[in-house]
């Protein structure tokens, strides 16, 4: 086939309208190549592939709680007093003294003048393998007191779970509450911050009576949770870190086994 720009259409690519009449006056611009037609014909059965049944691709596997090398622990209000001439422990944080309304303070040895309302950031190693970073705020002084707030996280290097019976002495190290977590743990996957491996998802019961159940390895004992269930775990994270945490099983099913709550962390300076 032959494709023509009629006289009076130089301006424009439309084909002429009269495609039966004799064309004395066009000019020829192009000429449909050889490999046009199986072109066409490839998209068309590219586009049946993808309507056909069965051949939909299976949707997206839940996302795993991440595990590597290191495990974060984040305190979303993390208070600490400080009296004049104190640090905020494990930190380069140091209050000073008053001046009217301002706040003398040192950061990493730093001078600073801040009022009620400022920022006290801060971020480092705090301990062997453990980094954290404060994000604080100053708020209104009481009783001579310069209180901060705000967030913390704390990040371990190369996390080693071993369970403990019981906690060791912990009156000199530093301590952080009610920690949040939030796992999401696939089949075959361990629980972070833990020794404990999600085994198999198991349906105990028929018909309306079925209940859902995780299995877990690292349990002594009865080795099942179901939805609702508490979960404690503590033991040692670092040599120098021990973890107490307290979880509750909100979700169970093939994409995993969802838990929540909270954990208290101890971290032990030399």
Known sequence: MTLFICKGHFNSIEPCPDYGSPITDGVVIMKQNWWVPGFWLLLVVASLACVVPGTDPPAPAATPTPLGDTLSFKIPAY???LAPGETIPGTQLRYV???GDAYKVTIDGLEAIKRIGDSFLWDGLIAAGVYA???LRLTTAVFGSLPAAGSVEITLFFPQP???EALPNLDNALSFRNTVVNYQVPVGYPIP????IYAAFVEQGEGNQTTRLAQ????AGYPYLAVGDSLLWRGKLLDNVIVENSLRVISINE???RLVGG???WIMQP
């Open 133 to 135: 970073n404060y994000n």
């Open 263 to 265: 954990a208290n962390l």
């Open 255 to 257: 994409d995993g086994l």
């Open 216 to 219: 877990l390895t690292g349990l």
């Open 79 to 81: 208070t600490y007093s």
């Open 162 to 164: 071993v369970a403990l």
């Open 193 to 196: 911050g833990t020794s404990l």
């Open 97 to 99: 003294e008053r001046s």
